[in-house]
């Protein structure tokens, strides 16, 4: 064997072992009976314990370093100069972790991990802030390992989305807060629709049979598709052409379902376009957390929430969901739009979760650049809340407690939300000027004709493009919030009046 | 670490890879797209390859012969006695076979699997007879290395229900079958129940619904339990405290439906209930397969088709199930006792069922015993069912072609279905003799009382007592068809007059 074949062995193995974890994981989430998830969470350590095994052994770190000699790396495709390159830097950094670190690590951030659900159950930021203060203080000496040249926040940010900086965050964000938040004080002294036609009892398997049209509405190529129910919808790749989707079905509020199963649908239709050249490589892997989050916002918000996304399929609605049959197009439209101030993230509609993102951004900045003292942060939480959105937490737990990813140390993840947002802006402007009015294609029920646009300049490419290098080569411009502003604005004049 | 914690930590490793194969299955028949089907099966041979080799290696096979060791194995606790002693023997028998003739019995049953259902889709015989002699010829050279000293039939029907033999079942089959033509002649020639009523369209999650139920009334444990659709019904141990059941729903006919979820749930409360101190270990591996359809079969056809069963639940049933509010309890159970001659093994009534088995049993040993041609089987096939049956199959298709089992090479297992009907008519003597009636304990609601006499009697001891041994123990006396005759005679007399 070549060196490059047995790298491609142990690679070809590793793809394997992520198989049984990922499987694993599915079925704890969706199948598995309570019984059984002791267990299951055993299996799952043990082939996670593998993959670090090998996937960190001095034998694959030697292969690569081999493959990066320029030689041998000239001789390489494309697909393994990248794969090879990633790996190379990955496990360089990986290397100048000191192992006692970084046990004290995975313990620190585990422990918080464990403290969070309770304090939040119990409303209890006390109970939480020294194991934070903890994880922050790890997660700052651990960046230093990996990237010792690099600011810490940009580090974080970074690794969530490649080539992207404070610096230019604080650019975007400044420019979409500064119109946000008096566009929402102008919509928010409009009158507002009325919530309660939209209670109505729905089973949830004809929820999931809307749901399932939708996506294949949408593009999603059903032979390489599953779906399930979970407790909170995400969305996961078991294995080459093997793409699932997961939904909670409410069943006195089907909305939150149908933009949970475009959402994810959207992911899944990135995750399931990558070329097939890069199965079981660096480039089939899409780690650039805000060009994923732009996938499955484009479907969620920009297509999703338009009303001409549903007006070829309104009447296919209408026979799977018969209880819709006294709702006009034009209700459930103005329902799926509704503008409402709210505490949490995860329930925002499209305009204010902005302001939910930019919230978070501020305090992680004001965390790692300007070391903010723990003991503090509920008050910035709550007097951020009543600057951008005016209103004020009574309680931790639907404030600065709600959200799960600071317990389990993804500081620099939430940006990636709003950056997939301001991406999308950009790529309306890009599909409208190659393919004309994103209404008009809508309306003739081409939605296929974006999501082929998409596939082709995005999704094919896996993670071998960083976002910057998408929006270079489709948009040809600088990364600016200004094309989301005016979607923004046209939108909900259109609307709000 | 000592000897026994070296062996232990690989068992538990060996686990871990059959949680992985187990689950990969099962995701294969349930919830895998299309799609994605070429990479499971990568994967399931990726990991089966890796047990293979780990099961296998020099390396516990020297620890085995180290524990087995008179001193070293005195100091083991009766558990890993077991283990290790099962553990040597396998070992043993499968070093004396080579590993070049191992490769060709591979391939030639690995062929002959794959021409079987075009055989059988062609109706073919004389396709799938080339194929079907060399897997004789290959089983018989497997099983002559593999225990030189044993008569081929013998070791075959062994390694399915170890410690039974030929002699056993000529004598056990040749008691039933005197019996059972002629009760079966008189009970064709009287007037048979009207099926159309019970043709009726039932949902597929109404169908599930009650299938749960039942199962949950049976005794099992719900919080260690699973169901899912698929084309056939099966029960799998995913992992220990971890037993999912299958079943296919047909619309028009709840009755299949119904009498698959009593009987895998017959096996998944066997495997449920063996003592979790076998966990890992070769007593916690049921690979008595008598023993394990004695349990599906006693839920199925002696707990299941008694009307006694029904009362407590028909009102729940009908909750469930209101197509069935003009059917009566007793039209009911005369359905589900209908008598009937007909071709197909799989959906046979339980009395004609055993001649089914007789008939594949006969030509089995002609096979083995007396050398029959191969050529001349279908000849054979259609000559027993008329003596037996008193039908002759219009095509191999729906004769000698119907089951899989000889064409993965699979011989000896068929006696297992009948043997474990035989078992049944003991354990029933023995259950009336130790808690009264069956038909009172029924009829009271308390069928757990049985569920819990079959598992301190039979389930909690796994596989670590021979079918024999739980005879012996249980009945106190030798294996005899006599009560399970006495049990038809009886059950059929009422219902047929």
């Given amino acids: 064997m070549t060196k490059l074949e047995e ?25 598995a009976p ?11 350590t043990y082939f996670s314990t593998e993959i670090f095994k090998k996937s960190t052994s001095d034998e694959i770190y030697k292969l690569v370093c081999d493959l990066s000699d320029p030689i041998e790396f000239d001789k390489l495709d494309d697909v393994m100069k990248f794969d090879i390159t990633k790996a190379k830097k990955d496990l360089d950094e990986k290397r100048r972790i000191p192992a006692d670190f970084y046990e004290e690590y ?12 309770k304090a939040k159950q119990t409303n209890d930021y006390a109970l939480y802030e020294e194991p934070l203060k903890k994880t922050i203080e790890a997660v700052k000496k651990y960046q230093k390992y990996k990237r010792p040249d690099m600011e810490v926040y940009d580090s974080l940010i970074d690794q969530f989305e490649e080539g992207m900086d404070t610096a230019t965050i604080d650019r975007v964000f400044g420019e979409l807060k500064e119109e946000l938040v008096p566009l929402l004080e ?10 309660s036609k939209f209670t109505m009892f729905i089973p949830a398997h004809k929820q999931a049979e809307l749901c399932k049209m939708l996506v294949e509405y949408m593009g999603m190529d059903m032979n390489c598709f599953a779906q399930a129910e979970t407790e909170h919808p995400f969305t996961t790749t078991i294995a080459p052409r093997d793409v699932r989707i997961t939904n909670h079905y409410h069943e006195n509020d089907i909305i939150q379902p149908i933009f949970s ?18 199965d079981d490589t660096a480039g089939g892997q899409i780690n650039l957390m805000g060009l994923h989050e732009s996938q499955s916002r484009f479907y969620e918000n920009i297509l999703g929430r338009n009303i001409n996304f549903w007006k070829p399929i309104w009447p296919k609605v209408l026979e799977i969901i018969p209880e819709f049959k006294d709702i006009t197009l034009e209700e459930f439209v103005r329902e799926i739009n509704h503008v409402q101030n709210s505490f949490i993230r995860t329930e925002a509609d499209e305009l204010t979760y902005c302001l939910h993102v930019i919230l978070r951004y501020d305090i992680e ?13 509920p008050k910035m939480w709550n007097e951020l809340m009543e600057k951008y959105l005016h209103i004020t937490p009574k309680t931790d737990a639907e404030g600065i407690l709600q959200d799960m990813h600071w317990s389990d140390a993804s500081f620099g993840y939430f940006p990636s939300y709003l950056l997939g947002s301001i991406y999308d802006g950009m790529f309306l402007e890009a599909i409208e000027k190659d393919l004309g009015s994103i209404d008009d294609i ?23 493009r960083t976002s910057k290098e998408v929006l270079d080569a489709v948009c040809h411009k600088e990364l600016s919030a200004q094309p989301l502003i005016r979607y923004f604005k046209e ?3 259109k609307i709000y009046g």
């Fill in 491 to 493: 939108k909900y004049k």
């Fill in 365 to 377: 900045r004001a965390i790692f650049i300007d070391g903010a003292d723990v003991k503090e942060l």
């Fill in 186 to 195: 102008d919509i928010l002294s409009k009158p507002q629709p009325d919530h």
């Fill in 442 to 464: 809508l309306a003739a029920g081409d939605i296929k004709k974006i999501t082929k646009w998409l596939n082709e300049n995005i999704h094919q490419y896996g993670s071998t």
């Fill in 106 to 117: 995975v313990k620190t951030t585990t422990n918080s991990s464990m403290i969070w659900p």
């Fill in 7 to 31: 790298y491609k062995k142990i690679n070809k193995e590793l793809s394997h072992l992520a198989h049984a974890v990922n499987l694993m994981y599915w079925d704890m989430q969706t199948t």
């Fill in 261 to 278: 199963a475009i959402h994810e649908g959207g992911h899944a239709i990135f995750e399931q376009n990558v070329d097939h050249k890069y």
């Fill in 34 to 44: 309570d019984g059984a998830k002791e267990r299951l969470s055993e299996s799952i």
